[in-house]
C-alpha cells in the first residue's frame, strides 16, 4: 500500500492499541503509521495484527494530562495531551492533539459537519520517528500525523515509551532466588541484627512505591534510608542500587553519633509539578511513570499475596474514552448493530482496513473513508474503489450500491478491470507504475490506424479506464472522442495553448490530408479554438480557406468604435479610459479590440491636438500612497450605505479570506441535502442558493478589485448591488441585460460597428406595480418613510429618470466624456430597469436589513460547518457575528429561560444624549412583560448574552413615532473607545454568575428608583397644555379668581345654578403650585447621584474588553440623508472616513464631536475583541497588479513641425 493512504481517527486509534514497538520487525512493518498490503481474495488471509502484540489496556496519568472536557468544543488555541501507560506491558503513551491554527487551516473536522464529519490521518515521516539504529525495540517512538482535510489544522503526535523498570529490573526485584541469595548477604553484613525472613516477591515494588510515594510529597525525617535498615537490606541489598540510581536515588557514606560511618540512601528530589504541555522528562514524570508501574506490577500479583501492602494503590481511569474525545470520534455516526471489534483477536475485514475505516462505520461514513482515500492516494484508487464495492455487496447496502454505481458510470473501476486494460494493450500491469502517459497515448494511437469502428470503441474504453486509474486528464480526454473544451480542441490538433493561429490552420491541414474523413473533427476543433480565442481570422479560413494577416484598424474605425463622432475637438483622456474600462468589462471578448481603439485615439489626439493629459482622480492629487491605502467606491444609484457596509465587510480578514477562496462555498447540492441546510430558521432552496452562489461571486470580485486595481476608486457591479439590496422574499433572478440584442432599436452597424445618433424611445413597461417593493421591519434603524424620493442621495437620480427621455440633438463636442456606443435599445431600458430597482430596494432597505440581507446571502453560500440549536447552520457569519442570547422570564415564583442567535443589538437613544452604555442598559434591563387580560401575574424579563461573538454590531434606533408623524431622533450616543462587555455577560472571569446577577438586580433597583423619578419629573413637567403642572395650577387658581370676580359684578344672577365660589381655593392652589415647582426642581441632583451610583456598578469590570472598530454614519432627517463609514485601522493606528468615492483621514475628535445643527448621527456602531483586533481586522490589504502610469511631463511641439501646414476653421486646406 502506498504511504500515502491515511486512515481515520477511529481506525487509527485502534491500531495505536494494537502496535506493539517490541515486535516491530517481526510484524515486518509498522502498523501504526502505514496501512496493510492490498488485500488479495485469491490468497489465504494473514493476521493484520501478530498475535504476540499486546493489546494495550491504557489508562490516564491524570497529573501529567491536559484532557478534553466533556461538552466543550476545541477552540483555535485547544491543546489536548493524554499521558497514559499500558497496565500490561507498562509501556507509557503521550497522545497530543493540536488544534491550533496552521495558517489557513482554521476549521477542524467535527462530527456535525456532512463535508469533514470525523479526521482522516496522514503520516507526517520525519527523522526522529525512525528506529533505533542499534535495533534496539525497547527505545522511545515519536509519530506525527495531519489530518488530510484541507482547511483542518489539527496535529496528532504520539509518543510511545519504553518502562522505567524493565524485565530485568522486575526479576532482580521480585525473582525468588534473587531474593533469597540477597537474604544471606543480609545476614552477613548484619549479622543478629539481620531479619530472619526473606522478603515476599511483592515487598520489593511495594516498598519501593512508598519511598517514590514520599519523594513526591516530601516529609521531615522521611528523605533518609540507612543500608544497614532490616527490611531494605533483605529486600534490595546493595544488587538494586542501578534501579535505584536510575529513578533518582542518591547514596552516601555518614558519619553516625558513635563516629561509626553508615551508607544511606536518600529518597528523589523531584521538581515541582510542571504544566502537561511543557516538553522534556523531568524527574518528577521518571518517580511518577515508575509509581504507575509499580502500581500495575502490584495488582498483577494474587490477592492472597498482596496482604500487608502498605501504600495505598493507585486508581487511575482508562484513557479510550478521553482518546475519543480529543480525536473527535467518541460519538461518530455507526452502523446499527454493528459493533467495533475488541482488542482481543478478532479484526474487521481488510477492506475496511484499506479505506483507513472501522467495521462499524454507518453507509455515509465509509464514503466518505473512500472520498478522502482517493484524494490523498490517486494512484491506488482502484483498489479502494475495489473495497468499497466488496463492502457494498456484503453489507447488502442501497447506499453504498447506490454510490458504487455512480461512480462505476463516472469512470471508477477497481483493480481486476484495469489490469485488463493494460493487458489489451500489451503492457504488463506490475510495470505500470513506471510507464509514462505518453506510451500509452502512442500505442492508443498505432492501433487507431489498423482497426475498424467496434475495435476503435473497445480501444476508447480500456483507454479510459487506464486513464480513470492513473488520473490522468489527457488520456482521459483522449479516450472521449469528445471534442467539447479547448483544451480537448488544442489535444486533437496535437498542439499546445502557446501556438498561434497559424499553426493552427497548418495542423487543420495536415489532419486532412491524413484521412479525409478528419474534416468534421478539424473544422469543429478550429471553430472551439477561434471561439476561445475571439481570433477573426480563424473564423474567415474556415470560410475562405485563407489565412489573412492581422487586420489593421483605421483612425476613424477606432472613434467610431468607442462611440466618437466628432474627431476634431480634444477629448478628456482620463473619462476615455473609464469608458473603455467599462465597454470591455461588458464585453471581455472586445478587449483587444477596444485596447487597438483606445491606443489609436490617443495617438491621434497627441498628434492631432497635443493632448495627452494622464488620467489624475482626486485621491491621487493626495498622494496617498496607492499599495497602502484603501479604495472608494463609487455610488451607483443610492448606495451609500451599501458601499459603507461592503468598505465594513472587506475590513474583515476571516471574512474577506473565505470569500476569496471558492472552495468556501456549496457548488452543487442536491434536493435532500438543501432541505436540511437550515438558514435563518428556513430550508434553503435551490433559487436562494443560486441568488447567494452569484452574489458571493460579484463579491468575491469586487474584494480583488479592491486588492489589486492600481486605481484609487472602484466601482461595484450593478448585479452585486441588485443581490444586495433585493428583500430576502424576492427571488426574481437578478439578470444582467449588459449585452443582450433583444429587440429592436439602434440603428445597426457596419462591419461590427454601432453607428451613432438618435436611439428610439424605450418601450413602456406593461406592469407598472412589478417593481414596487414594501418592507416591513420594525427593527429597522432608519425605516420606510413610503417617499419613493425622500432620500436626499436619490434626488439627482429621480430627477434624471423624471427627464429620461430620447432625444434627437446632436451630441455635445467630444471635450464632455465620451458616449458609450449605442446599444440595442432592449438592452438600454434593462440596464435603466436595474438601476432604478436598485435605487427604490435602497430607499426601501436600511442598514441592518442590508447587512442582515448580506449575512443570510454569505450564510446560504457557505459550507455549513456544522449545526447549532433548531438545525440552523454553522458557518464563519455564525461565529463572528452571532452571539447567544438568553431571555429570562420571571412569572409568580416560577422562571424559564430561552435562547437564540443574534447578530446585532438593537438600542435607542432615548431623546437625549448619554453614553453608549446606558442604551445598552435598556436592553439588558429587567422589564415588565405584557400579559394577556386573563393573565394576572405579573411577567418581568431580562437578558444576557451567555455566549458573545468576537464581533459586536450595535444599531441604533433613529426613527420615532409622534403624532402620527416620523421624525428622526438626533441625540448624542457618546462611544468610548474600549466598551467592556462584562455587565451584559452571564458570568466573567473575576465574577461567577451569582455574583454578577446581584450586581444587575442591584443596578435594576437603582434604575427603577430612577425611572420612578423621572416619571415624576416629567408628571411635573409637562401636561398636556405644554406648560408645566405648577404654571397649570397657577392658571387655574387665576381662572377661579376671574370666575369669583365676573359672578360679583353680575347684577342679577342670570343662572338656573350658580357655580359655586371657594374664596380660599385659588390662594390653596398657588400654595400647592409652589409646593410642586420646588418638588419638581429638587430631582436634579438626586437622580444625577443615582446616575453615577448605576455607573459605577461595574467599574471593575474589565474582563471582556473589545475595541471600537467602525462607526455607521448619517446625515439628513428620517426621511433621507446620506450614509458614509469611519473605520479604525488597528495596524495603522489610524482613523478614515470611507465617503463612496473618498477615503480620507480623520481625527478622533471628528468621530465623537456632537453637533448642534444637522449633526452626523450614528446608525451602527462596531466592536471588536480585544485579543482578536489584530486576528480579525485589516483595514487596508493591497496587491497592486500593474504600476500606475507615469505622469508625463508637457512639453511644448517644436515650431518646425507646424510649418507648412495649412489650416481654417479645423480643415486642412487643400
Known sequence: MSSAAGKTAPKLLQDLLTFDPRHEDRAGRNLLTTSPLPYDPDTRPTPAVPFRNCRHNFLTKADQSQLPVAGEDPTHRTVYKIASFCNKCRWHLNLVVDFRDNGDKNAPCQSLSREYPIHHFMYQEDASDHTDPFGRQNVARNYKFCCS??????????????????EQDIILLTDRTQLRRRLETAKQLAGDRADSNMARPVDAPDFLSTYLQDSLNPKQGKSRIPLMNRKFLKTFGKDCDHILKKLGFTNAIELEDDGSSANVWYLPR??????????????????????????????????????????????????????????GCLDYDKRLGRE?????????????????????????????????????????????FECLQDIAIGRKSDELGTTVMLLASQGQTNRREVAAAYRYF??????????????????????????????????????????????????????????????????????????????????????????????????????????????????????????????????????????????????????????????????PSNEARNQQAYDLVCKDQKDSHNNSQPYVTQSQKKNYPMDKWPVGFKNIGNTCYLNSVLQFLFTIKPLRDKVLNPDNFVRELPL????????????????????AQQFVHELRALFEHMITDSEYVVRPETKLAALALAERGDSTDIKTTENSTSGSGGLGDIGGIPIAGP???????????????????????????????????????????????????????????????????????????????????????????????IFDLLSCALKGEGTLRD???????????????????????????????????????????????????????????????SNTVKTEKYEYIEKASPIQIINVRRLVFEDGKSRKDESLVSLDKI?????????????????????????????????????????????????????????????????????????????????????????????????????????????????????????DCQDHPYYLHAVFMHRGSASGGHYWIYIYDFQEDLWRKYNDEEVEPVSVDEIFKHEEKWPQTSTGIVYVRGDLVSEITEAVHRKLATTPPNDVEMEDVPEAEYQGLQIINGIEKE
Request: glycine residues 4%; charged residues 30%.
Open 149 to 166: 482535510a484541507p482547511k483542518c489544522p489539527v496535529e496528532l503526535r504520539i509518543r510511545l515509551l519504553p518502562p522505567r523498570i524493565n
Open 270 to 327: 523531584p521538581p515541582a509539578a510542571s504544566h502537561p504541555l511543557e516538553e522534556g522528562v523531568t524527574a518528577r514524570i521518571v518517580v511518577e511513570d515508575a509509581r504507575y508501574e509499580l502500581n500495575a506490577l502490584i495488582l498483577g500479583f494474587p490477592e492472597h499475596e498482596r496482604i500487608g501492602v502498605r501504600h495505598p494503590l493507585i486508581s487511575a481511569q482508562p484513557s479510550i474514552t478521553d482518546m475519543k474525545r480529543a480525536l
Open 340 to 384: 467495533t471489534r475488541s482488542t482481543n483477536h478478532e479484526e474487521d475485514h481488510p477492506y475496511y482496513a484499506g479505506l483507513g475505516a472501522v467495521g462499524d462505520f454507518s453507509d455515509v461514513l465509509l464514503i466518505f473513508a473512500y472520498t478522502r482515500q482517493v484524494q490523498v492516494d490517486t494512484v491506488n484508487a482502484s483498489y479502494y
Open 426 to 587: 500489451d503492457i504488463n500491469p506490475e510495470h505500470a507504475s513506471i510507464i509514462q502517459d505518453d506510451h500509452i497515448i502512442g500505442l492508443f494511437k498505432s492501433r487507431l490506424q489498423d482497426i475498424g469502428p467496434a475495435a476503435v470503441e473497445e480501444s476508447r474504453k480500456q483507454l479510459r479506464i487506464i486513464g480513470s486509474a492513473r488520473g490522468s486528464e489527457r488520456i482521459k480526454q483522449l479516450s472521449s472522442d469528445a471534442m467539447e473544451t479547448y483544451d480537448q480542441a488544442l489535444s486533437w490538433l496535437d498542439l499546445d495553448h502557446t501556438q498561434p493561429d497559424d499553426f493552427v490552420t497548418t495542423m487543420y491541414t495536415i489532419k486532412i490530408n491524413e484521412n479525409a474523413s478528419n474534416k468534421e473533427a478539424a473544422i469543429k476543433a478550429v471553430e472551439i479554438i477561434a471561439k476561445e480565442r475571439d481570433s477573426q481570422r480563424l473564423r474567415d479560413f474556415l470560410k475562405t480557406g485563407v489565412i489573412d494577416e492581422p487586420i489593421r484598424m483605421e483612425v476613424g474605425e477606432a472613434y467610431a468604435l468607442l462611440g466618437i463622432t466628432d474627431r476634431a475637438q480634444p477629448l478628456s483622456l482620463d473619462v476615455l479610459r473609464e469608458t473603455v474600462a467599462v465597454m470591455t468589462m461588458e464585453t
Open 672 to 691: 435532500e441535502a438543501l432541505e436540511r441546510k437550515i438558514v435563518g430558521r428556513s430550508a434553503v432552496r435551490p433559487e436562494k442558493l443560486e441568488k
Open 759 to 853: 436611439v428610439l424611445p424605450p418601450k413602456t413597461a406593461s406592469d407598472p406595480k412589478s417593481d414596487q417593493l414594501t418592507t416591513d421591519h420594525p427593527d429597522s434603524v432608519m425605516g420606510d418613510m413610503g417617499d419613493d424620493d425622500a432620500k436626499s442621495d436619490t434626488s439627482t437620480t429621480a430627477i434624471a429618470d423624471e427627464n429620461d427621455s430620447p432625444t434627437t440633438d446632436r451630441p455635445d463636442p467630444p471635450s464632455r466624456p465620451p458616449p458609450v456606443p449605442p446599444r440595442p435599445q432592449a438592452s438600454a431600458q434593462g440596464d435603466t430597469t436595474t438601476i432604478k430597482k436598485i435605487e427604490r430596494n435602497a430607499e426601501q432597505q436600511d442598514a441592518a436589513e442590508i447587512m442582515n440581507n
Open 871 to 933: 438545525g440552523e447552520q454553522l458557518d464563519l457569519i455564525k461565529e463572528l457575528f452571532f452571539s447567544d442570547l438568553t431571555t429570562v422570564r420571571r412569572t409568580g415564583g416560577s422562571m424559564s429561560c430561552n435562547s437564540a442567535i443574534q447578530d446585532n443589538h438593537l438600542i435607542s437613544p432615548g431623546n437625549r444624549n448619554r453614553p453608549l452604555y446606558a442604551a445598552l442598559d435598556d436592553e439588558f434591563s429587567l422589564n415588565d412583560v405584557e400579559n394577556d387580560s
Open 979 to 1099: 466598551l467592556y462587555l462584562d455587565r451584559y455577560l452571564k458570568k466573567t472571569n473575576s465574577l461567577s454568575e451569582d455574583q454578577l446577577l446581584a450586581r444587575r438586580e442591584r443596578q435594576w433597583q437603582l434604575r427603577q428608583q430612577l425611572k420612578a423619578l423621572e416619571l415624576r419629573k416629567k408628571m411635573l413637567k409637562e401636561t398636556d397644555f405644554k406648560i408645566n403642572l405648577a404654571d397649570a395650577v397657577n392658571e387655574s387658581a387665576a381662572y377661579i379668581e376671574n370666575l369669583a370676580k365676573a359672578s360679583e359684578e353680575q347684577l342679577v344672577n342670570v343662572d338656573d345654578d350658580p357655580v359655586p365660589i371657594h374664596s380660599e381655593l385659588p390662594q390653596a392652589l398657588r400654595e400647592h403650585a409652589h409646593v410642586l415647582r420646588k418638588e419638581a426642581d429638587s430631582f436634579d441632583q438626586p437622580m444625577k447621584e443615582l446616575d453615577e451610583e448605576i455607573n459605577s456598578i461595574f467599574n
